[in-house]
């Protein structure tokens, strides 16, 4: 799974933003995004802002889930006191892969592409190969992932997982913001912070 974290201000400004990917089930830490998706990712997280704001009275918890898609990403939200966002686009794929780029896979649907991360195979395609094998090692695959927090975006060990990270983000966020420096309206330069946001990415994500 590749993350693309950021915090959003009161007036929709960004104050803080970061590229991660899993830590669990083999993974090396570093994000995946294709170039188009890394492009595009600020843009799909701010256009999920109005739904934000749409469930944010329709709900007394902080942790908001999951509460938009776009393609294969998926984008939950914490909201704080304050109304500051925290928001979390996550997008699935086989841990330490990327998705193939369009030259090197001439049948991939070039409109997905850069937010699927798990392009179709020539055999999946045409239909060539054996449907009987191929529908076992489907169903192996779907059970061994079914509950997986690198693989799987919509299962509840994933969800407890995120409001996790968020909570001790929030934590470390708290703090910054009680900086003489700091302001819930500011820009988050902080290395430190920065550094345990990745901390806490590792630790749960």
Known sequence: MSYYFCIVGTRDNPLFE????????????QA???????????????SSLDIVEEVQWLSP???????????????????????????????????????????????????????????PTNASITGIGNTTASSSSSRASAT????????NPTSPQTEEAIRLFF???????????????????????SAVFRQRVVAAGRKYL
């Open 32 to 46: 995946r995004f294709s170039p188009e998706a890394r492009a595009m990712n600020p843009f799909i997280v701010h």
């Open 144 to 151: 061994s992932t079914n509950t997986s927090i690198a693989n």
């Open 167 to 189: 909570g001790e983000v929030f934590e470390c966020w708290i703090k910054a913001i009680m900086s003489p420096f700091g302001g819930t309206e500011k820009v988050i330069g």
């Open 18 to 29: 970061l590229e991660f990917g899993t830590s669990k089930q083999g993974g090396d830490g």
């Open 61 to 119: 918890q902080m942790y908001l889930k999951r509460i938009d898609q776009f393609s294969t990403s998926h984008i939950s939200t914490f909201l704080t006191p304050t109304l500051t966002k925290f928001l979390l686009l996550h997008l699935p794929h086989p841990p330490n892969t990327s998705p193939l780029p369009p030259a090197h896979n001439p049948n991939a649907f070039p409109p997905f592409l850069p937010y699927t991360s798990v392009p």
